[in-house]
């Protein structure tokens, strides 16, 4: 079955660290997006990619990049990992913009000490 | 002002009720509406798209309402089960962005 999976699941790591969380989807789907989950906030975007190559800023992007190199994959990397960035990060896939539903992946519990 | 509002809750019912909720969007050109379900530390999960004429699905039904710019959603004969945080998200169209914005989420508890 085509799914979408996180990894890791859980990270502890310090500030100022380099830190990279995976997303990889087997639907071949163009459309990717991570967001960010946190209390009183709800699911905030932080980057998104319509396609190889292509990536974009979404609300809460600074201290987060992204790349996509091909159509499985969309890693997002925090630079110098900060305590404000401490969050629960959610990958998401779907196939069409429009109308198309979102797939999510279990999500990354990120701890910044 | 966030684009997409809910009230967070909790909406706390006994089993077998009748609950709604509402989700206001301030982009008047959003096209795109849907509901989706998000179970504690899990991810969230697609629980219907609201189209234009209104929809049902069981138990559920998600209205939309242009000239307000809100959408609804109704749970009858509400179960165990339905305790989660219901999402309601929204899309602009052909022209606009396609980014899925998110509201905060409105809690539900239901009790026996």
């Known amino acids: 079955d085509a799914e979408i999976t996180q990894s890791p699941r859980h990270k502890i790591t310090e500030t100022g660290r380099q830190v990279t969380l995976a997303c990889h989807q087997t639907w071949n789907h163009n459309n990717m997006f991570w967001y960010r989950q946190d209390l009183g906030h709800g699911l905030r975007l932080i980057h998104y990619s319509y396609g190889v190559h292509d990536t974009n800023k979404g609300e809460v992007s600074d201290g987060y990049s992204v790349s996509r190199s091909n159509t499985e994959d969309l890693p997002l990397t925090l630079e110098s990992a900060a305590s404000s960035q401490t969050s629960v990060y959610f990958c998401?896939?779907?196939?069409?913009?429009?109308?198309?539903?979102?797939?999510f992946g279990e999500g990354s519990r990120l701890t910044v000490l | 002002r966030k684009e997409v509002e809910q009230d967070p809750g909790p909406f706390n019912v006994p089993e077998g009720a009748t609950v709604a909720f509402n989700c206001t969007y301030s982009?008047?050109?959003?096209?795109?509406f849907f509901w989706y379900r998000q179970d504690c530390r899990k991810e969230p999960k697609l629980l219907m798209s609201?189209?234009?004429s209104g929809n049902e699905d069981g138990r559920f039904t998600a209205q939309l309402n242009r000239a307000s710019q809100y959408i609804s959603l109704l749970i009858r004969d509400s179960k165990l089960s339905d305790s989660a945080t219901y999402l309601c998200v929204v899309k602009e169209g052909p022209g606009g962005s396609y980014i899925p914005t998110f509201g905060r989420g409105t809690s539900l508890i239901v009790h026996p």
């Open positions: 609201v189209y234009s």
């Open positions: 998401a896939s779907s196939a069409n913009r429009g109308t198309g539903e979102l797939f």
């Open positions: 982009n008047s050109a959003s096209q795109s």
